[in-house]
């Protein structure tokens, strides 16, 4: 096969222990999965169950790295997630069998441009703007299932130089994991290097430059970022 130019690398993530790479294929994203981040962005969690949303892979930014402030926004808002690193394809996946799709997990920031998000939501357009930006999904390596088991709860949080800004629990999830890939794989066919960014407790907020932002989910790798 030869190019025009040369193409681009392929996105990945490291992996925890190996010296092989977590390949990325697509980032999938949940909307309002905890019922406390539903209600602070006006919305009720019982009438509005979650839905999906995507970034490009390339939108991938790896841990312990800066990140420049994104053009065109004044409000650019952490959310802390859990992701969920897919190992296996699949479609029409019973919940009960959920698990055996997942190699691994990571801990995630879905970084939003807050106002174009709110803007293109009331008009009813697409997110891309708001969500799907460069440099929007910060993640850190990915701890594989055999070593960690899967993750059903545990503290989430995210700190901003050192104040506690979002804190949650795993358990809290509106939609499980098992849940979430049966959901999903109804819609699109997952692959191996699908990550799946979970959803956001409650607390999120707009991040300045110069901020040290931290975060973890109890049995991951912890992250932390700079904005530059
Ligand atoms: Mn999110």
New binding site residues.
């Given amino acids: 096969m030869s190019y025009v130019f040369t193409p681009a690398e392929r996105p990945s993530v490291e992996i925890e222990g190996r010296a092989e790479r977590f390949p990325v294929h697509r980032i999938y994203?949940v909307?309002r999965n905890y019922a406390a981040h539903a209600r602070e962005m006006g919305k009720d969690p019982d009438r509005e169950p979650p839905f999906f949303f995507t970034k490009p892979a390339d939108a991938i930014v790896r841990n312990h790295g800066v990140i420049p402030y994104p053009p065109r926004t004044k409000n650019f808002h952490h959310?802390i997630?859990l992701v969920v690193a897919i190992g296996m394809a699949g479609r029409d996946i019973p919940s009960a069998g959920a698990f055996d799709h997942v190699f691994g997990y990571a801990v995630g920031i879905?970084l939003t441009r807050r106002d174009l998000q709110l803007e293109a939501r009331d008009k009813g357009r697409p997110w891309d703007t708001g969500k799907a930006f460069d440099r929007s999904a910060v993640i850190t390596a990915i701890r594989p299932a055999s070593a960690c088991g899967h993750i059903q709860s545990g503290k989430i949080w995210l700190t901003v130089n050192g104040e506690a800004r979002q804190e949650g629990d795993i358990r809290e999830l509106i939609w499980s994991i098992p849940e979430l890939i049966a959901e999903l794989s109804t819609l699109f066919e997952l692959q191996p290097g699908d990550l799946i960014?979970t959803?956001?407790p409650a607390g999120v907020g707009p991040l300045q430059r110069g901020d040290r932002v931290e975060g973890g989910v109890e049995g991951l790798p912890a992250l932390d970022t700079t904005i530059a």
């Fill in positions: 994203c909307g959310e997630e879905d960014y959803g956001t």
